[in-house]
Nanobody, 125 residues
Framework: VQLQASGGGLVQAGGSLRLSCAAS????????IGWFRQAPGKEREGVSC????????FYIESVKGRFTISSDSVKKMVYLQMNSLKAEDTAVYYC???????????????????WGKGTLVIVSS
């Protein structure tokens, strides 16, 4: 499994960015995929995850109403639309995936088996 994330950059507070992740090698179904982030000096946290089985979606509380995850199961792409960005959203964002049937909140908490290289998001205040 390979994951390639892109779309990071520098944006002013209140602005928007869209992250993309291209996944290859995943099975046609029964997998979870999502976005994690690691801010300087902090542990990596699950931001938003989606389950391919039932499209169950999880968001951490701090991004609800601002971030939207979406996926294209045919193209094996997953996106994270980030609006109303705040300085505290500054982090390296990673795309992760895990094979199997899982609830999205579980994998966002427990972590993934496969990781892509991160993409840096900097939000200036």
């Amino acid at each position: 499994v390979q994951l390639q994330a892109s779309g990071g950059g520098l944006v002013q507070a209140g602005g928007s960015l869209r992250l993309s992740c291209a996944a290859s090698g995943l099975p046609p179904d029964d997998y979870a995929i999502g976005w994690f982030r690691q801010a300087p000096g902090k542990e990596r946290e699950g931001v938003s995850c989606i389950s391919s089985a039932d499209k169950d979606i999880f968001y951490i509380e701090s991004v609800k109403g601002r971030f939207t995850i979406s996926s294209d199961s045919v193209k094996k792409m997953v996106y994270l639309q980030m609006n109303s960005l705040k300085a505290e959203d500054t982090a390296v964002y990673y795309c992760g995936a895990r094979e199997g049937l899982f609830y999205s909140d579980y994998v966002c908490e427990d972590g993934m088996d496969y990781w892509g290289k991160g993409t840096l998001v900097i939000v200036s205040s």
